[in-house]
């Protein structure tokens, strides 16, 4: 029993077959290392229980994370959380330091941010020995990605006045996107294009 659930979103290395970043970098949106562990704070606690067999003795473990968080670092980004596991009457408490894969995504102007491994010992008392079962991985826990808006709404409509007189409309938007990891941030850049809209009027009716 866990409490996210959703879909796998695209590689970080796809995202290279839509733009690369440092080409077109007229605005830059920055999502904070911090924003992201605020998000962590209004999840509130995240836990999860399971089963497990062993030596055909069967029973159930708990887990829960202290303090999860995501550390951005140029190029790359980790999941570090401390887990309290408990089996039965035993207990014990480790450190976990996983793996973020974050990507923009032009078709949804999405920034993906998804745990994709987060591993920790899974033990239990046996006969007064404590034995390594396995290792669980908490990607499953968090199936659905988290998700920013993307700079590709930010466009904007101006009229100028010309010389003569007559309006002219120019709409400036976004375009050609990328993504970088950088220190405690991500940053997703663009391009703008400037384009002359033309209004035409709409006829009077006859009466």
């Known amino acids: ?109 999405l920034i993906y941010v998804e745990i994709t491994e987060a591993l920790f010992p899974l033990n239990i008392m046996f006969m007064g020995k404590q034995r390594h079962l396995w290792d669980v991985n908490l990607k499953s826990s968090f199936e659905t990605p988290f998700t920013f808006e993307g700079p590709l709404t930010m466009g904007t409509e101006m009229v100028f006045a010309m010389p003569d007189g007559t309006p002219k409309t120019i709409y400036c938007h976004p375009i050609n996107c990328g993504v970088k990891i950088a220190e405690k941030q991500i940053i997703v850049s663009a391009e703008t294009e400037f384009v002359e809209r033309i209004i035409t009027p709409i006829p009077a009716s006859k009466k």
């Not at 055909?56 to 401390?82: C, M, S």
């Open 1 to 109: 029993m866990v409490i996210i659930r959703g879909k796998v979103l695209i590689s970080i290395f796809m995202l290279h077959a839509f733009c690369s970043y440092g080409q077109n970098q007229d605005i830059i949106v920055a999502l904070k290392e911090s924003a992201l562990n605020k998000m962590f704070a209004a999840i509130g606690e995240i836990k999860g229980t399971s089963v497990y067999s062993f030596m055909f003795v069967e029973g159930t473990y708990n887990w829960t994370l202290i303090k999860p968080q995501i550390k951005l670092h140029p190029n790359k980004a980790n999941f570090e959380t401390d887990v309290k596991v408990t089996v039965g009457k035993f207990d014990y408490t480790t450190k976990v330091n996983g793996i973020v894969e974050i990507c923009y995504e032009p078709t949804t102007n």
